[in-house]
């Protein structure tokens, strides 16, 4: 059994708003996200972790947008990796493979979706990215630069980010243990040791991180 859980618990402090809820291509940007995994076949079951007091409208986008795949609803906690602790908590005990999406990148395709759940059950672990086309430069103080980084080694990570269970759960708790704070699943992987595998994005999936996202992302989605 394969499940999803997307994270929808943020604020929203970079963009000043709550992008989750801004009405893009005729629905808000959570819709757009959930219903990319309510449509794929390849996942059996959502997890929206929501932060507290949103149930009731993240519940009301079920019936008013026909999504028909079983959901359920977690509250998020104070870091992102608390919030996709409580997802995996909430979890039927018959997955093996779950996604992780962040609920403000809606335009990714069921293709990568799949990719990353084969590539995982394979590796134990993968994340959807695409490799660095621009020139990298590191700066020590903000203001001038200190070298040039070698961009045949750099790969930008997106999300879904996807895993067995069982790794992602082993990872996020030693991270937990030693109070560390990662914003990227996946580092948590790097920290036990666990491979995880790059498959490579070959369609746009942006995430909405500032208002200069959205005529972008609103252009995908009129698209799709």
């Known amino acids: 059994m394969n499940a999803a859980i997307i994270v929808a618990a943020g604020k929203g402090v970079r963009m000043g708003t709550d992008k989750l809820w801004l009405e893009i291509a005729g629905r808000p940007v959570a819709a757009h996200t959930w219903k990319i995994f309510n449509d794929a076949k390849c996942v059996d079951e959502v997890i929206l972790v929501v932060r507290e007091g949103m149930q009731k409208s993240f519940a009301e986008l079920a019936p008013r947008f026909s999504f028909q795949k079983t959901f359920k609803l977690v509250i998020g906690g104070t870091e992102r990796q608390d919030s996709v602790w409580n997802g995996l908590e909430a979890l039927s005990p018959k997955t093996e493979i779950v996604a992780i999406q962040d609920a403000a990148r809606p335009c990714t395709s069921e293709a990568l979706i799949e990719a990353t759940i084969e590539a995982a059950r394979e590796a134990g672990a993968a994340v959807a990215a695409q490799a660095v086309t621009d020139t990298i430069k590191e700066t020590a103080d903000g203001i001038t630069i200190s070298r040039t980084l070698d961009r045949a080694r750099l790969w930008s990570v997106q999300t ?11 990872a996020i708790s030693a991270a937990r243990q030693k109070n560390l704070i990662f914003t990227d699943d996946t580092a948590a992987c790097e920290l036990i040791g666990q491979p995880v595998r790059l498959v490579a994005s070959t369609t746009p ?15 995908l989605l009129k698209g799709s």
Do not use: C, S, W, Y
């Not at 999936?205 to 252009?219: C, F, H, R, S």
């Open 205 to 219: 999936n942006p995430k909405i991180t500032v208002p200069g996202d959205l005529p972008l992302i609103e252009a």
């Open 160 to 170: 879904p980010q996807t895993f067995r269970v069982e790794i992602i759960r082993r």
